[in-house]
């Protein structure tokens, strides 16, 4: 089982940026792909981004692509999401979560360990 910590949220206005870190605790992370996930109230968790085993591949939802960039350093156990541009819709709770194997997954039933999530709100 891998522990998951997630900091860096806040509070930013519209246009501004934030960076998410996720430190990981566990042998067993640079084995995994990572991703990070999303939830507002009243909706369901979305995926957001993800990075695979070494880093060669990532993948984006459609609505950060461009703005939001993932990355991983897996000699620190450490996966981080640099969010740009950032836009009211773009407040939720942010989770860090590692994957059951190698390759980048989207649905939330292809991860297993979650983080405790941090906050992102984004003012008009």
């Known amino acids: 089982q891998v522990q998951l910590v997630e900091s860096g949220g806040g509070l930013v206005q519209a246009g501004g940026s934030l960076r998410l870190s996720c430190l990981a605790s566990g042998r067993t992370f640079s084995s995994r792909a990572m991703g990070w996930f999303r939830q507002a109230p009243g909706k369901e968790r979305e995926f957001v981004a993800g990075i695979s085993q070494f880093g060669g591949g990532t993948y984006y939802v459609d609505s950060v692509k461009g703005r939001f960039t993932i990355s991983r350093d897996n000699a620190k156990n450490t996966v981080t999401l640099q969010m740009n541009s950032l836009k009211p819709e773009d407040t939720a709770v942010y989770y860090c979560?590692?994957?059951?194997?190698?390759?980048?997954?989207?649905?939330?039933?292809?991860?297993?360990?979650w983080g405790q999530g941090t906050q992102v709100t984004v003012s008009s």
């Open positions: 979560t590692t994957a059951r194997g190698p390759a980048i997954a989207t649905r939330v039933g292809e991860y297993d360990s």
